[in-house]
């Protein structure tokens, strides 16, 4: 029978950010009068941001401007200063990252378009390693990256999945031990309990309260006996595809993972597991890819008339270089080591006429290694499982649906709460 959970996910995650993706406060001086004009400009994509920077952006944004104007862009670029000048009468223009240590790189070309257009193409090509400098800084002093050092990143959803993965791989082995005392009956009921698991998932996040993130993720699994004397042990494959925008800034995601179950114990399992995730973004001026390795416990106890699960994760992510010509090239080289831990009490009650499954969830997940934004943040929720099936459940998905799950989370930062707070509510449905 095939598996199918399809999640509908809320979040809420106010940080600290910029104004928009991409932000210019761009003053331009007349050479004759002295005077002078300044306007803010917001963008959502990296090619608008540079155009901004060229003639066809500035003319048209000041009245009376041309080539021989003074200009000074000081700009955020994903949450990373850059100033941009173009002193009077000259073309030549001046290239400052303090933050990276870039300091007075100057760019000449036929006219001031033709330096903008060089001053891209350093960056775009990391020249002398800038760009990737440029990524390193929003990793660990931003919000704004997609590659790490926030949930949103590749590399937090990566945690966040692999984490996920771990906690529920057992949860047909907790069903059949309840169910059967003997370890003949939960060999028989694990023989069978190999679903295709095909989830869709959707999510809103706010950072700062003005930055929009909005995520789709489409999360396949499968398991595969590799015992015929103990089918407790599996092969797991999973796969990940999510399409993020950032603003209206498209950002595409993609994971693969093979993981090992290995029964220590009838409720003890170990779960080690490698994965490669890419991330391309033409809107966001992006690439990046990541390989990690992880092993996890997952073990199942009653306590006071609970079900309890204990899952720890330890994992590796690594940042690799990824170039794709006349795109972007990058090696941020990030390396983060994570510790993800959680306990999830679970017991069945009635509730509403129903046999409904309450279980909390309380995880803390920290990283070490290279600077990361968010470097701790904890989960405190709930989520409430339909153990059989729902009479208008049954109907509304025209008898398809297995069970109906809601959940609730409170998502925050003891280490500095400034830094990240937010909340997670979840709908799913088993198939």
Known sequence: MKKITATLALSLLPYYAFAGVFDALITVTNPD??????????????????????????????????????????????GVPIV????????????????????????????????????????RNDTGGTYSKILQYQVANTPNSQIAGNPT???????????????????????????SGSHT???????????????????NYTQGGKVDISVLNIPVSKAFNISAD?????????????????????????????????????????????GYGALGSQDLATLGQIFNTSLASNYQFKFQGLDMGFVNMFGFYKTLPLSIKGVVSSDP??????????????????????????????TDTEFTGSKVFVRQYNEVGIELSSVKKIGWVDRATFGLADSLS?????????????????????????F
């Open 33 to 78: 009068t002295q005077a002078q004009s300044s306007k803010s400009f917001s963008f959502d994509t990296a090619n608008n941001f540079f155009d901004q920077l060229k003639e066809k952006g500035f003319k048209p944004s000041f009245p009376g401007y041309n080539s021989t104007w003074g200009v000074t862009a000081n700009t955020v670029y994903q």
């Open 333 to 362: 080289n990030i390396n983060n080591y994570v510790f993800k831990n959680g306990i999830f009490p679970s017991k069945v009650v009635s509730m509403f006429g129903h046999d409904v499954k309450v279980k909390g969830i309380f």
């Open 153 to 179: 990143s590749l590399q937090g959803q990566i945690v966040s999945s692999n984490f996920d993965f771990a906690s529920n791989a057992t949860s047909t082995s907790t069903t059949s031990t309840s169910s």
């Open 230 to 274: 103990d089918p407790r042990k599996k092969l797991l494959l999973t796969g990940q595809f999510n399409y993020i925008t950032v603003g209206q800034a498209a950002s595409y995601q993609g994971s693969l993972g093979v993981g090992y179950m290995h029964p220590l114990t009838d409720n003890w399992y170990l779960i080690p597991s490698v």
């Open 406 to 430: 809601l959940s609730g989370k409170y998502v925050f930062s003891i280490e500095n709460p400034n830094n990240f707070e937010g909340y997670d509510i979840g709908i799913s449905y088993d």
């Open 84 to 123: 941009v000048t173009f002193n009077e009468k000259s073309n030549t223009l001046i290239l400052d990252i303090p933050s990276v240590g870039l300091q007075g790189k100057t760019f000449t070309g036929t006219n001031r378009s033709n330096s903008t257009k060089q001053m891209e193409n350093y960056l």
């Open 185 to 203: 009956g939960k060999a028989s009921s694990l023989s069978s309990a190999n679903p295709i698991m095909v989830g869709i998932g959707g999510g």
